[in-house]
Each structure stands twice: as C-alpha cells, then as structure tokens.
C-alpha cells in the first residue's frame, strides 16, 4: 500500500529540518491552545451563571410594594404598604400561578452566646422554600400554624450558622434576634451566590406574622414588603404577568391612565439576559482565538511553498522514474496534515493544561469538553488540508524536464 511508505517519507520530510517544523507548528499550536482554553473558560461562566440561576428558583416574579413620595423624594420600590397579604394570596388563585410567597425582610442583629452576626432576616410562608426551590437539610421547616400562631421559630443558612454556632449543630438551640429568642428547627441547603454577587446562606427564615409583630413591625395590619411568585411554566411567565398586573390593578381601585403602585420583576428573563451575555462572550472568545488556527493554516502554506522551491529537482526526479502528479499532490498534502495534527495535539494539551492552571491559580470555574477538543482536531485538519493543498498542486503540476534542470 502507497500511503504508508508516503507518511514515512512525510516524517523523514518533517525530521530534516526540525527547527522549521516546529515553527511551522507553532501557530496551529498557540490556535488550537487559545480555542480549548477560551472555549473552556467561557462554557465554565456559563455554566457559573446557569448555577446561580438554579438557586433562584425556576420561573419566578417578584412584586415589589410601590415607591411613595415625601416631600417631592421619591422612596425605593417596596418601601410603600401597597401590598398585602391578602393580595398574596388572589395572586395564588390565577391559573398562570403555582405558588406565592409573601415577604417582609430586613438586616437584624442576632446573637448566640458570646456570639453575634449581622445578617438577613426573611419573613415569609412555609411556601417560600418551595418558590425558591430550598431543601432544609437538617431538622425541619415550619408550618401555616406557625404563622398563625407567629411562633418564634427560625430556619437558619449555611454561613449565619457557621459564624453564630462555630460547628455546633444549631438544630434545638435558641438564639436572639433583636432581643427575641428564636428557637433554631431547621438548617437550610447550601446556595452559593446569587447573580449580583450576594451570599444567599447569609440569612435566617422566620413566619411571615412573627417577623411582621416581633422584628420588623407593619404599616398596616396584613401589609407585605413583597412578594414572590412561581409560574406553572416558563411559558406561561408572560400571561401570568399581565394577569397579575390586571388582578391587582383592579384590587387597588387603580384608575384607567393611573401609574402602577406596585412593580412586577421577572428574575427569570434577567437571568437569561445575563446567560446569552455570557454565551456572546464565549462565542466572541472563541472566534478571536480561531484568528490564530488561520494564521497558523498561512504558516503552514508558506512553509510548504518554500518546501516545494527546495526540493523541485525531488520532485523532478520522481516524476522521471514514474511517480505520477497525484502522488506528489498526495506526498505534499499529507506532509501539511501532518505538521496541522501535530501541532494540534501540543495545543490541545497546552490548552488543556492552561485550563487547569487557570482553575488552580484563580478558582475560575472552566469546563474542559471533548466536543471542543474534536472540534479544533477536525478543524486543524481541515486548515492543513486547505492552505497545503495550494503547495501540494504546485508541486504536482511542475513539469518534469525543467524540475530536473532546477539549480
């Protein structure tokens, strides 16, 4: 068989002048490198950001209470008593709707021992952990008889616990906040950051009536700061906002042409805002690196165009004893395969290994996947094959007489 006698004449061909081989290779080395590298770090800020949106929960609104007016100033939203719980709970009524959670929150001073923490505290239904999509992971959550009977009792995350129990457990034990004691019945699961950078286990969750009479008080009796609601799906997200908004408006004896005294937040199209942001950000990664596979491709062009004019009375000398043009054209081109997947091999490793440093050195999340390792393989083939196949016709198409007579 012709081909492997070819590849060895490829190797000896690539072994007589190493230095130029391994220039050659360079470009597809540094393009394959920075593909797996860039393509690694933008599918782990993908991945990052889609993580950050699980712990939000899936398909979720938040309806914040308005922003009233003071002296001409006009207050945050959610600092109005438009809201109430009563409203909460025609929201639950829609059809568009699985489940709402009304709210009232605040920072507060808790202490154990010797012990204290500055952190958030929620207050809120037992329907609130489903919304969010919490699991408690030790003891238990508390129930609609809690909130009736505003019982102090308190579910407590990941990082309060840790720096208000130092590695006791605080399932049973009572802490204080604001001078209140509240008996710890559940720990909550771990939730990482959310998408603005805010750690969610940095908070304790209390009955919605018990944070309303014992912590933060309440304009009005049943008045809520927000309240968030889970959809029945992503695509029903859409009528549920406009039910939503129509189902209050008429609750709050809303004139035709009158602004809204409440705001209506769709977390889940922020958060896919911010995820096609990072995938542009991949994607435009991945095309500045590719310039560098094309610049090696022109590399390896040049090389063999140069390889061609050194070895014209080779060629010559095969053509006269027999070799036929497509022999040449295949000994050229499979001499610029060669150089394109060796250079791809180092790459793929020196992409593969800048990753990793990249992850050890920063803690930046990176994915390395085969699909991006087989896609700059195939691609590096393609570039050898294309930009050799130039020198390749070259070599085959020269004329055995004046090959011979080339000085």
């Not at 690539?14 to 797996?36: D, E, K, P, S, Y």
């Not at 938040?62 to 109430?84: F, K, W, Y």
């Not at 695509?235 to 939503?244: L, V």
């Amino acid at each position: 068989m012709m081909l492997a006698p070819m590849l060895g004449e490829a190797w000896r061909a690539m072994g007589a002048n190493r230095m130029r081989t391994f220039l050659t290779m360079l470009g597809m080395v540094i393009g394959v490198g920075a593909v797996v590298l860039m393509l690694a770090i933008g599918q782990g800020a993908q991945y990052a950001v889609s993580q950050s949106i699980n712990t939000m929960g899936s398909n979720l609104f938040i309806v914040l209470a308005g922003a009233p007016s003071s002296g001409g100033v006009r207050m945050g939203g959610g600092a109005g008593a438009t809201l109430t719980r009563d409203d909460a709970d025609a929201i639950a009524q829609l059809p568009e709707i699985d489940a709402v959670a009304p709210t009232q929150s605040g920072l507060a001073q808790v202490v154990y021992g010797s012990n204290n923490w500055n952190t958030s505290v929620i207050g809120s239904t037992p329907d609130y952990l489903y919304v969010r999509s919490w699991a408690v992971v030790d003891g238990e959550t508390f129930t609609d008889s809690d909130v009736r009977a505003a019982t102090r009792v308190a579910l407590i995350g990941k990082t309060a616990a840790e720096n208000l129990f130092a590695g006791e457990n605080p399932v049973g034990k009572t802490l204080r906040i604001k001078q209140n004691p509240f008996v710890v019945i559940g720990v909550l699961a771990p939730k990482g950051q959310s998408l603005d950078g805010r750690d969610q286990d940095d908070t304790i969750i209390v009955p919605l009536t018990t944070a309303q009479r014992k912590l933060f008080g309440s304009p009005f009796r049943g008045a809520v700061r927000m309240v968030m609601v889970k959809a029945v799906s992503a695509e029903a997200m859409p009528a549920a906002e406009k039910a939503m908004t129509a189902l209050l408006r008429q609750r709050h004896r809303l004139r035709e042409g009158a602004d809204n005294d409440f705001m209506i937040r769709n977390l889940t199209a922020i958060a896919d805002s911010e995820a096609e942001t990072t995938r542009t950000m991949s994607l435009l990664l991945g095309a500045i690196a590719s310039v560098s596979l094309l610049v090696g491709g022109i590399g390896i062009m040049n090389i063999m165009l140069v390889s061609v004019t050194e070895r014209t009375r080779e060629i010559g000398i095969r053509l006269a004893i027999g070799a036929r043009q497509r022999d040449i054209l295949l000994q050229f081109l499979l001499e610029a395969l060669m150089i394109s997947l060796a250079g791809c091999l180092i790459g793929l490793a020196a992409g593969v290994g800048g990753a990793l440093l990249v992850n050890a050195l920063t803690e930046t999340t990176v994915i390395i996947s085969g699909s991006a390792g087989l896609v700059a393989f195939v691609v590096a083939a393609a570039i050898g094959v294309f930009f050799g196949l130039y020198p390749a016709k070259k070599a085959a198409a020269l004329d055995p007489i004046e090959a011979l007579r080339y000085q």
